[in-house]
């Protein structure tokens, strides 16, 4: 049983009340009944209601589980929990082939395997928009789905102002989804907009504070504000609530570094390797840390240990690999690789303006050349 009231701010009145009862395996046609409902109940206070819309499909308890352990597989940001995650959506479309919320998470997940290198960009990419796209099908008003394509063109086309539009479409039909104000923010701080996208930033955090991903989505965008704190401050906090998420920890030793507590970086750092191994994450963030402590010997061995893992293993990202050589202090080399993350299309090319770690090369010719191409400001 679900029961809402809308009550006004300003007299304390209570101007609508509904109670919905349901079978448990309604849960998702409720949820979104009662989005809808209220919705349209505000809207009709400040213009023309809200057109009806085709109500979803009902999944039955057993997919409805599957889908919620798929959504909540992909909130853990690693390349195995995506891979269960897909596992999960890919169960519920065999029994429902036009389920918008399934379709939009396979969207989701591999725009995030292409960010996280194990899956490459000109493969995974156009994969995630005709997921993004397919869900649109079944549902035009699909937030989740219009978020997922946003992510599509400012990860991937680096058309910046469509990327923008159909966030704010989302955020429209969903004004509280995190990720859609994240993207939004993402959109805004690489074009310069500062404080709207610190507006969003913070509204993200505030209308879902448990969502650990978004939490450590957060801690990116402050690290790129130079807010290094505030960084620690949110990552330390998706930290308290998934220990385990070797992601968030990396990026905690990575603000704490640059925070300059040398001491507190190494210790996470060190943590981080505990719960995972000596792959190509860890000796970029150690390159990167050492950098920021003044241990040049080991920012140097770093980036050659990175290299050597990526001429014996490949799957090693261009972008790390010029982070990397950055802090090492080869500058050529990461000149070399971030032209290399530009004609392969590298989910973080947006954030070449920003990026601390790439202080070193930033106005070197050739990067300015990559920023510019990029259509963002010099």
Not at 35 to 60: D, F, G, H, W
Not at 107 to 124: I, N, R
Not at 179 to 198: D, I
């Amino acid at each position: 049983q679900v029961v809402v009231q809308l009550i006004d701010a300003e007299t304390d009145a209570h101007t609508w009340a509904e109670t919905w009862t349901r079978p448990s395996g309604d849960i998702m046609s409720v949820l979104n009944e009662v989005s809808r409902q209220v919705s349209r109940q505000i809207n009709q206070k400040i213009s023309e209601p809200l057109a009806q819309v085709v109500e979803e499909q009902t999944l039955p308890d057993e997919l409805l589980r599957r889908y919620l352990q798929g959504m909540h597989h992909a909130s853990r940001r690693t390349v195995p929990s995506l891979e269960q995650a897909m596992v999960c959506f890919q169960d519920v479309l065999n029994g429902h082939a036009g389920h918008a919320p399934a379709l939009a998470g396979m969207a989701l997940c591999h725009v995030l395997l292409v960010h996280y290198g194990a899956e490459p960009a000109d493969q995974g990419m156009p994969v995630a928009r005709e997921f993004a796209e397919r869900a649109l099908q079944y549902d035009p008003d699909s937030a989740d789905a219009l978020g997922n394509l946003a992510a599509f063109h400012f990860f991937h086309s680096w058309d910046f102002g469509k990327a923008g539009e159909l966030a704010e479409r989302a955020l429209s039909i969903k004004p509280s989804m995190g990720m859609g104000m994240m993207l939004a923010a993402n959109v805004n701080l690489v074009l310069g907009r500062y404080e709207k996208s610190q507006s969003l930033l913070d509204k993200a955090i505030s209308v879902d504070p448990l969502n650990v991903g978004l939490l450590m989505n957060s801690g990116d965008i402050l690290i790129l504000q130079r807010r290094y704190g505030e960084a620690i401050a949110n990552l330390d906090q998706a930290l308290e609530m998934a220990p385990q998420m070797r992601p968030a920890r990396l990026r905690l030793a990575l603000a704490q570094a640059m925070h300059g507590q040398a001491e507190q970086a190494e210790t996470t750092l060190q943590q981080a390797l505990e719960s995972g191994s000596e792959d190509a994450a860890y000796y970029e963030y150690r390159a990167i840390i050492a950098q920021q402590s003044g241990n040049t010997d080991l920012a140097l061995n770093s980036a050659e240990a990175l290299q050597a893992l990526a001429d014996r293993d490949g799957g090693v990202l261009p972008w790390s690999l010029a982070r990397a050589w950055a802090a090492a202090g080869e500058l050529d080399r990461a000149v070399g690789f971030l032209e290399e993350a530009y004609e392969t299309h590298s989910t973080s090319m947006p954030f070449l303006g920003l990026t601390p770690m790439l202080d070193s090369v930033r106005q070197r010719p050739e990067v300015v050349e990559l920023i510019k191409r990029l259509g963002l400001p010099v």
